[in-house]
Each structure stands twice: as C-alpha cells, then as structure tokens.
C-alpha cells in the first residue's frame, strides 16, 4: 500500500507539472496575440547593438548573410503605441555620403533626412534614436578606442565595433569590420511645425597597409543600414520599436564614396630593406657604444672616490 500510495503521489506531481505549462503556455500565446496587427509583430528589439545578434551567430561579415539577417532576424515595422494602436510611420527622403580629408585617416561624412506625415500621429514619441550601421569595406577599419572617446565627448549616443577589430593587421590578413553608431534625435523629430529632420554624422575611418603594387588601392562604400529606434510611453513601461528605414524610396541617395590607398612600390622593397637593416645596426652599435662610455665613466667615479 505504501509503494502504491507512493506512485500515486509522483503522478499527481507530473500531471500538475504538465498543466501548469500548458497555462503557462496559452498565457504567452495570448501575451502575444495582443501585440500582433495586421500579421506584424509589433515587440520591443532585446539587444542593445543591432549587429550583436548578427555576430552572435557568425563569425565574419558576408554582406548577404547580414542583409539576410536584417530582412528574418530584426524585428521592424510600424512603431505602435498598444494603447491608441496609432501607426508611426517615419521616412527616408534623402541620404548623402563622402569622405573628408586626406590620406590615410579620413572621416566618412553621412547626411540623412527623416519625413513623415504629422497629421497621422496622435501620439508621438517620447524619444528617438538614428542608428547607423556602416559594413566596412576591407582595407578600412576605425578605432573602437577613438568611437568611446567620442561617446563620451557626447558627439554619439552609443557606438562599437563588430568583426575584426586588430588595428594593427594589414588589409591582406585581416578581415572585414562593421560600425554601429547610434545618435540621438530627440522630440523635433514629430514636432508639428518641423515635420522634416536632417542628422549628419561623421565617422573616423583608418586605412590598413595594402599589398605591395603600384599606384592605389581602390576601396568602394557602399549605402549604410539606417534603423530608427523610438520609445513609446507607456503606463507601465517605455516599449522601443524599431524601425528599417527603407532607402528605396528615398528621393536622392549618394552614398558610394570611393578611397584610393597608396600602395607599397614592390621596386622600391629591397632599398627599404636594406635601409631598415643599415638603421637597426647602426641604432644597435650606438647602444653599445653608449652603454660601454657610461660604464667607462661610472667606474672612474668610483675609483677617484675611493
């Protein structure tokens, strides 16, 4: 009888367990189904970086593994508030890029125009964020040292860099590197009397030592991801919702700036190596020159005190 009540008991427990995930279950169903319109998930992005995710699953940057990223992985679309179920519908109208400077650490200058239709907003946002994800081209890199410092001057709101961050590779051995860079808009963004906002930003940019060749190097940029991140005011919680801006529709784009790297002159590697070789020894002998004087002096000082 003790056994048996025994086994009674643990069924009892599992088939408790089972129910309780059941609702468990349903409840999250249901959690969902309320934020769902129109087919479209409407939910918050978890992560603070969009590439993090990316760089979670994949080691280096392929342009149609990110794109393919972009399209299944981020959650975007309308930035709703769940309240009123008011649609916020931001637009890209123009994106310009160039680079400024010369030779080899250069600053990438982006401009871009955001448009919407303020009459349709009820509600707008409490805040919003421009982030702008630049796939670098190989050969260039920036410095994630340089980035914080700028974070912390306050010219970005947040930035980092994903994939290969060896600053001292050249272009030949290192990989391709990808620059998150987020800027904080603010509440003129939905403001009735400016329903138009123009961000620039600039991002220093360093070149790697390119093979050995004659004449430059070619590297070609191509258009940035641009995503729009904005807080929803809530009774309980702020709810960020993410947005793809769609630069297909955008009225001007022209963002292919191109950097031409001076290349090493293979003709010229043997005179460079012989004048490294002739600089190091004669460096060398002038140590040992140094050190043997200083020693020479050092113990005549001791023998006119003694």
């Known amino acids: 009888m003790e056994l048996h009540d025994y086994l009674a008991r643990c069924l009892a427990m599992v088939i408790t367990v089972i129910l309780i995930a059941k609702i468990s279950s349903c409840l999250n169903t249901a959690v969902l189904s309320e934020k769902t319109v129109n087919g479209l998930v409407h ?28 399209a299944h992985d981020i959650l975007y679309g309308a930035c709703v508030s769940l309240q009123g179920n008011v649609e916020f519908s931001p637009k890209l109208s123009a994106l310009h890029g160039k680079l400024i400077g010369e030779g080899s650490h250069r600053r990438l200058s982006s401009t871009l ?17 421009v982030i702008i994800v630049e796939r670098l081209p190989s050969g260039v890199f920036a410095d994630p040292f340089e980035l914080q410092h700028l974070v912390q001057r306050g010219v970005f709101r947040d930035a980092a860099v994903f994939g290969d961050t060896n600053l001292e590779l050249p272009s030949f051995l290192s990989n391709r590197s990808l620059v998150e860079v987020h800027l904080e808009v603010g509440a003129n963004l939905t403001s009735q009397q400016k329903d138009e906002l123009e961000i620039h930003m600039e991002l220093p940019l360093h070149a790697r030592y390119q093979p050995l060749g004659h004449g430059f190097s070619r590297v070609e940029f191509a258009s940035p991801d641009l995503f729009l991140r904005c ?40 005179v460079v190596s012989a004048f490294t070789f002739i600089s190091a020894v004669v460096s060398a002998l002038l140590i040992i020159v140094a050190s043997i004087k200083y020693s020479d002096n050092a113990s005549s000082n001791v023998l006119k005190q003694s």
Not at 57 to 66: G, P, T, W, Y
Not at 113 to 128: N, T, V
Request: proline letters at 6%; charged letters at 30%.
């Open 43 to 70: 939910a918050p992005y978890v992560d603070n970086y969009v590439a993090k995710s990316y760089f979670n699953k994949h080691e280096n940057l392929v342009d149609s593994m990110f794109e393919d990223f972009i």
């Open 113 to 129: 125009r955001l448009k919407m239709s303020s009459e349709s907003i009820s509600r707008p946002p409490k805040s919003c964020e």
């Open 231 to 270: 807080n929803v005011e809530r009774k309980e919680d702020d709810t960020g919702c993410l947005f793809l801006l769609d630069k297909q529709n955008a009225e001007s784009i022209d963002t292919h700036p191109v950097w031409e790297v001076p290349c090493g002159n293979r003709e010229h590697t043997e």
